[in-house]
């Protein structure tokens, strides 16, 4: 469909029409004694912009008069309405912060956990002991100093600093999606070709980061915030009602195709954690690295 301009100098009455269904864009705000004709020649000078008006030109309204009204006359607006032009726009940046919820929501309930255990701190006084009493060592306590309870006694993986407590599936094969996949859907995977915490060797324990999805629990995002433990934060793996406590010695980011981790390193009890990183992502891996300090009955 062609589309040309309604453009009435004051010298000029007649308007171009060069074929059937041309779209017509005027800008004046009354054209009433306008005359549409056969093909003649128009000039460009004096134009007045006032508003722009579409009308649909048929054939049969050659040379006939356009009806008197007061224009804009609205008809086949090549714009979008406003208001579906708004829903387009919050459609796109739904778009685009829609996968960013899981892990902001994941954030946010770890900024929440950390001011509260910071106004317990600053509000309870620390107990004072006597120089003769013993001090005991319990890992399995929060930074707010709650006990911490074990969700599973047989196996699981406990980090205090960024409340983990999960439970853990042995003798999973990480090179099996068939294996790995229905373990993760529940919580933490134990590698198969690893040592199992009673064992003298190294104990490979991995889990989900995040994933974009609306329902983060779901998938079980247990070692999200592995990314913000230190070096010296302690770890516990709980092991037929066992703890082992491991201390961090070092976060290391490795290829996906890195396995010489998995390797059963024999005569060194040392436990690592392996992640999806960045979260959310199957680009690299997140390791975790911690030595073993202790164990002790629950």
Not at 9 to 35: C, F, K, M, N, Q
Not at 85 to 90: T, Y
Not at 244 to 262: F, G, H, M
Request: charged fraction near 20%; proline fraction near 9%; aromatic fraction near 8%.
């Amino acid at each position: 469909m062609d589309k040309i301009n309604l453009i009435r100098p004051r010298h000029i009455e007649s308007l171009i029409v060069p074929s059937e269904g041309a779209v017509l864009t005027t800008y004046l705000p009354h054209v009433s004694d306008a005359t549409i004709r056969e093909p003649q020649n128009l000039k460009n000078d004096q134009k007045k912009v006032l508003e722009r008006v579409f009308i649909q030109i048929k054939a049969k309204d050659v040379n006939k008069k356009l009806p008197t009204t007061d224009y804009p006359l609205k008809i086949n607006h090549p714009h979008l309405p406003r208001s579906l032009a708004s829903a387009l726009v919050v459609i796109s940046l739904g778009g685009i912060i829609g996968p960013l919820i899981p892990t902001l929501r994941l954030e946010a309930g770890y900024m929440i956990d950390q001011m509260k255990t910071s106004v317990v701190q600053n509000m309870v006084p620390s107990p004072t002991l006597p120089p003769s009493a013993p001090t005991i060592f319990d890992p399995l306590v929060k930074p707010d100093g709650e006990k911490i309870e074990p969700i599973n006694i047989d196996f699981s993986v406990i980090v205090p600093k960024v409340g983990i407590n999960a439970a853990v599936a042995s003798n999973v094969d990480p090179k099996s999606e068939a294996s790995y996949l229905p373990a993760l859907a529940k919580g933490v995977a134990h590698a198969s070709a690893s040592f199992l915490p009673d064992q003298d060797g190294t104990v490979y324990l991995f889990s989900h980061s995040t994933n974009y999805d609306w329902f983060v629990k779901d998938l079980n995002a247990v070692f999200y915030h592995l990314k913000s433990l230190d070096t010296g934060d302690l770890i516990v793996v709980v092991y037929k009602n066992v703890r082992y406590t491991y201390r961090l010695r070092e976060k290391k980011v490795v290829a996906p195709n890195e396995i010489s981790y998995l390797i059963p390193q024999h005569g060194t009890k040392t436990l690592i954690l392996q992640t999806c990183w960045p979260p959310g992502s199957t680009a690299e891996r997140l390791l975790i690295f911690a030595d073993f300090i202790e164990s002790a009955s629950l």
